[in-house]
């Protein structure tokens, strides 16, 4: 194959970097803490986070490698979150559905999985998150954020700020 970007070169270069990330501090405990958060159920949300993060700071923070630093981690972290959402539409998928790579999606939830923010409409996002919650509903614009917090997230949601 010809490609016209060097997507092979390029690939292989993000190989390499994911490989290094595996002899870094982090991961030389048994469990990673990227596995205890896609454990705990907020994996997608710490991968798209840090998608997030380091594209917002990309070319804003030191140089043209650090840069091109954070364009790897995104690409890590874009990865990562491939794989959370194999793993979590696995069931989803008919077997001989397979043979090109994009399974057709059947519109049924796995069995043990509930719908989540990410399943639904921003119209039904309040009531969802609530029904998760389980607390009432206080809409105060001018409460501290901590209490804002407390009456708008998901049970489990991670924190803002």
Not at 45 to 73: Q, T
Request: glycine content about 6%; charged content about 30%.
């Amino acid at each position: 194959m010809n490609y016209k970007f060097n997507e092979d070169k390029l690939i292989q270069e993000l190989l390499n970097y994911v490989d290094r990330t595996y002899d870094q501090h982090y991961a030389t405990d048994k469990y990673q803490a990227t596995d205890i958060i896609i454990d705990s159920g907020h994996g997608t949300g710490f991968c798209l986070g840090n998608v997030i993060k380091y594209a917002k700071r990309y070319g804003r923070k030191g140089n043209a490698k650090e840069a091109r630093k954070d364009l790897m981690k995104i690409l890590h972290y874009a990865v990562i979150q491939l794989y959370i959402h194999d793993e979590e539409n696995k069931t989803k998928f008919a077997p001989d559905q397979h043979d090109i790579g994009y399974p057709e999606y059947d519109g049924k939830l796995a069995p043990g999985h509930h719908s989540r923010l990410n399943d639904v409409t921003p119209e039904e996002w309040d009531t969802t998150s609530l029904n998760q919650a389980k607390i009432p509903f206080v809409s105060n614009e001018n409460a501290p954020a901590q209490e804002w917090d407390r009456t708008h997230r998901a049970k489990g949601a991670p924190l803002c700020g």
